[in-house]
């Protein structure tokens, strides 16, 4: 059964740090790896999808990679800002399923 | 804004009522989902429907029961419900046939409080 999970659960850093969130899954059969946002009490933001044969993916100031056969992919903030403040969670799709496994977040709040 | 809309935004309910939440996408997608978000918890897929038909339910319980009668829409409609079952009920759809290579987006989400 396929678990995934994130560390640290929460981080409070101050404005212009560069970060990085950890998320780990336990069975390397999966389609992808995907990186979501959440501001509190809204849904989720699509940040970045890394597929299984990619190593990393980029978008501005966030860079994530993935390590399929260890089981692990980190999401670099550079640069961080206070609007980044929010939830982020990553999620795995098991092979032969419809459905994303989703760890239960990293809290990030950036103080100016 | 995601072009996933859904309504309404807060509800309180008891447990003996019945109501019912809505999810509208504006992207033209084949594919819709509820999703479970309770506090301290991974989220949770509830049903997953491709073209106005079930693809996958991740044995809900049946106080539970959802409708898509096109491909823009999608509800949840809800019945005797359990104060545990307070919790972000989430929409999202994709453009493909329900498959998890496709990106997913997001409504806001209804806030559900059972009494």
């Known amino acids: 059964k396929q678990e995934v999970t994130q560390i640290p659960a929460a981080l409070s850093v101050p404005e212009g740090e560069n970060l990085v969130l950890n998320c780990s899954f336990t069975?390397?059969?999966?389609?992808?790896l995907q990186w979501f946002r959440q501001d509190p009490g809204k849904g989720l933001t699509s940040l970045l999808l890394?597929?299984?044969?990619?190593r990393e993916q980029t978008s501005g100031r966030l860079n994530a990679s993935l390590d399929k056969s260890s089981g692990r992919s980190t999401l670099y903030i550079a640069a961080s800002q206070p609007g980044d403040s929010a939830t982020y969670l990553c999620?795995?799709?098991?092979?032969?399923?419809?459905?994303?496994?989703f760890g239960t977040g990293t809290r990030l709040q950036v103080f100016p | 804004e995601t072009g996933v809309t859904q309504t309404p935004r807060h509800l309180v309910m008891g447990m003996t009522n019945k109501k019912s939440l809505k999810c509208e996408q504006h992207l033209g997608h084949n594919a819709m989902y509820w999703y479970k978000q309770s506090a301290k918890k991974p989220l949770e897929l509830m049903f997953v429907y491709s073209l106005e038909e079930r693809v996958e339910n991740n044995s809900v319980p049946s106080r539970f029961s959802p409708e898509c009668p096109n491909s823009s829409h999608l509800f949840l409609h809800l019945h005797t419900l359990q104060p545990e079952d307070s919790a972000l009920y989430l929409c999202?759809?994709?453009?493909?046939?329900?498959?998890?290579?496709?990106?997913?987006?997001f409504g806001p989400g209804t806030r559900l409080t059972v009494l």
């Open positions: 999202a759809s994709s453009q493909g046939s329900g498959q998890t290579t496709d990106t997913q987006y």
């Open positions: 999620a795995v799709p098991p092979y032969n399923t419809d459905k994303l496994i």
């Open positions: 069975d390397s059969a999966i389609y992808n």
């Open positions: 890394i597929q299984s044969s990619q």
